[in-house]
């Protein structure tokens, strides 16, 4: 059970990195 938490952690932790990356994206270009 630990390593499909970590797994599912690690997964959702890239997704949050990379929808913030894409709101900066997003952010930078409407300036």
């Known amino acids: ?3 499909v938490d970590q ?3 690690i997964k959702l ?3 949050k990195s ?5 709101a900066l994206e997003i952010a930078s270009s409407t300036q």
Do not use: T
């Open 1 to 3: 059970l630990m390593v």
């Open 7 to 9: 797994d599912r952690d």
């Open 13 to 15: 932790g890239r997704a």
């Open 18 to 22: 990379i929808s913030l990356e894409y």
